[in-house]
C-alpha cells in the first residue's frame, strides 16, 4: 500500500492501522485466555455437581424396595437444563436419571473422571465399591454459546472504540502539526522578494532545525542580492560625474573644431555617452526599485506626482502629453519616488515608439488605475510578454536601454500589483497601453489626510 504524501495523514492513518491491529490482538488473547478460564470454570461445575449429586443418589437408591428399576426425576418448573446426569449399576442399568437427560449420549462407563465426546462434556464418579455410578453431561453447544458471547462482548465495544481512538488520533495529530501549519501559511504569505527571516519560535524541535537552516538561506540570498544592487547603484552613481564630464568635453570639441570629420566624430561620441548616462540612470532606478522601500508610513497626493513628471517631461516635448487627473486627491503609501520612477519610465517609453504627431495620454484614476497610452502600429501578442525583460526592446532600430518597463514592472510586482500591457489599445484598431494598479487608501483615510 502506498502511503499518502501527507505527514497528517502518513501519521494518522499508520498510528490507526497498528493501534487496531493491537486492540485486535488484545482481543483475541483475551478471548482465548477467557474460554480456557471458563472451560476450568465449567468442569469444576461439572466435577462439583456430580460430587453433591452421588452421595444423594447413593442413599436414594440403597433405599429402595426393589432393585433395577430406573427412576426419572420430576421436573418441578419449567427452566433450562444444562446439566444433566445418569446414575447406572455395575451392570449398565440406569437406576436414576434427570427428567431431561438422553441416555444415547453417555457412552459406556470406563472408570471416573472427565471425557468428551463430539456433542458433550462428560464426568463421572463412583461409589459403594463401583456399584453406583454417576455421569454428569454438559452440552458442547453451551459452552461454545457463552464463548461467542465474550466474543460479542469484546468486539462490539471495538466498533465504537476503533473510530472513537481513530478520531482521537486525527485531532492529535493535526494539533501537533498546528505548528508545521502555521509555518506554511507565513511561508506562502511572503512576496517572492521578502527575504526577511520567518518567525520559527513556535516549531517542534525537530522541525526547527528546518526552519534555521531556511532561515540562513534567506539571509545568504539577501546579503548576495543586496551585494549585486549596491555595486550595481554605485556603480551608475560613481559614473554620473566622468559622463556628464566626457559629454562636456566632446560638445566642446564639437563648437571649437574646424574639422567636419572630427566634429562628426564627436558628434557620435557626445550621442554614445548621453545612451550610457541613460543607462546609468535606468541602472539607478532598477536598483530602487529592487531594494528600496516602496511603502511609506503616510499618505501623499498622486495627483502632485503625476504633475511634476508630466511638467519635467514636457521641457523636452512640449505638447505631447495629455494628463487627465481626478478632481479629489488620490491618496496613497506608495513612495512619490516610486511611482515617479513608474510615470517617468512608462510616459518615456510611449514618447520613444509612439507616433510622433499623436498625444501621449496619461491619466490616474480615483481607484488608483495609472494608465499610459499611444498612438502606433499594434505590438503583437507574442512580444508583448517579452517587453518586461531587462534590455528588451521594442525594435532593434529604437534608442533606449531596454529597461523602462522591467523597472515598472518590478516595482508594480513589488507593491502586490501587475503591469499590464495591451496592444491595441480598447477600442480601437492600434495603439499601445501600459497600465499599473496602484494601492490608495480608503475613502476616510484620504479625507483625514487631505484635511491634514
Request: charged share 25%; net charge negative; with cysteine.
Amino acid at each position: 500500500m502506498t502511503m499518502p504524501r501527507s505527514l497528517q495523514m502518513r501519521l494518522g492513518v499508520s498510528l490507526g492501522i497498528l493501534l487496531t491491529l493491537l486492540w485486535i490482538a488484545a482481543a483475541a488473547v483475551t478471548a482465548v485466555m477467557l474460554r480456557h478460564e471458563m472451560d476450568r470454570i465449567f468442569d469444576s461445575s461439572l466435577q462439583e455437581a456430580a460430587q453433591r449429586l452421588l452421595p444423594l443418589a447413593a442413599v436414594e437408591i440403597v433405599g429402595r424396595e426393589e432393585e433395577g428399576v430406573t427412576q426419572h426425576l420430576a421436573d418441578l418448573r419449567d427452566h433450562d437444563e444444562f446439566l444433566t446426569y445418569i446414575v447406572r449399576d455395575d451392570e449398565g442399568r440406569i437406576l436414576l436419571q434427570s427428567h431431561e437427560a438422553d441416555p444415547a449420549i453417555f457412552p459406556e462407563w470406563d472408570g471416573p473422571g472427565f471425557r468428551t465426546t463430539a456433542t458433550h462434556r462428560l464426568y463421572g464418579e463412583d461409589a459403594l465399591q463401583g456399584t453406583i455410578r454417576l455421569t454428569v453431561a454438559e452440552p458442547l453447544a453451551h459452552r461454545a454459546a457463552a464463548a461467542r458471547d465474550v466474543w460479542a462482548g469484546l468486539g462490539l465495544p471495538l466498533l465504537v472504540f476503533i473510530p472513537a481512538a481513530l478520531l482521537a488520533i486525527v485531532l492529535t495529530v493535526r494539533s501537533g502539526l498546528a505548528p508545521l501549519r502555521r509555518y506554511r501559511d507565513r511561508l506562502a504569505a511572503r512576496s517572492p522578494r521578502d527575504l526577511a527571516p520567518v518567525a520559527c519560535d513556535d516549531l517542534p524541535v525537530e522541525a526547527a532545525p528546518v526552519g534555521t537552516a531556511i532561515n540562513v538561506l534567506l539571509a545568504q540570498l539577501k546579503s548576495t542580492f543586496e551585494a549585486e544592487r549596491t555595486f550595481a547603484a554605485n556603480a551608475a552613481h560613481e559614473l554620473r560625474t566622468p559622463l556628464a564630464g566626457a559629454i562636456a568635453q566632446a560638445q566642446r570639441i564639437q563648437v571649437e573644431t574646424k574639422d567636419t570629420g572630427a566634429g562628426h566624430r564627436a558628434a557620435e561620441i557626445e550621442a554614445s555617452l548621453k545612451r550610457l548616462a541613460r543607462t546609468a540612470e535606468r541602472l539607478l532606478q532598477l536598483a530602487r526599485a529592487e531594494g528600496g522601500r516602496l511603502r511609506l508610513d503616510h499618505l501623499s497626493d498622486l495627483r502632485i506626482t503625476a504633475r511634476l513628471v508630466v511638467d519635467d517631461i514636457e521641457r523636452t516635448a512640449p505638447n505631447r502629453i495629455a494628463l487627465a487627473l481626478p478632481e479629489h486627491p488620490v491618496m496613497s503609501d506608495l513612495d512619490p519616488d516610486a511611482f515617479g520612477i513608474i510615470g517617468r519610465n512608462l510616459i518615456e517609453n510611449a514618447l520613444r515608439h509612439g507616433a510622433s504627431d499623436k498625444p501621449i495620454t496619461v491619466s490616474l484614476s480615483a481607484d488608483g488605475t495609472f494608465s499610459v497610452a499611444n498612438e502606433g502600429p499594434v505590438v503583437p501578442t507574442e512580444a508583448l510578454g517579452r517587453l518586461t525583460r531587462r534590455f528588451e526592446r521594442g525594435t532593434a532600430g529604437t534608442e533606449g536601454s531596454g529597461l523602462g518597463l522591467a523597472i515598472a514592472a518590478s516595482i508594480a510586482d513589488r507593491i502586490s500589483s501587475k503591469l499590464t500591457l495591451q496592444s491595441p489599445r480598447p477600442e480601437s484598431s492600434s495603439g499601445f497601453e501600459a497600465i499599473v494598479v496602484l494601492p490608495i487608501a480608503s475613502r476616510t483615510l484620504s479625507e483625514a489626510a487631505s484635511a491634514r
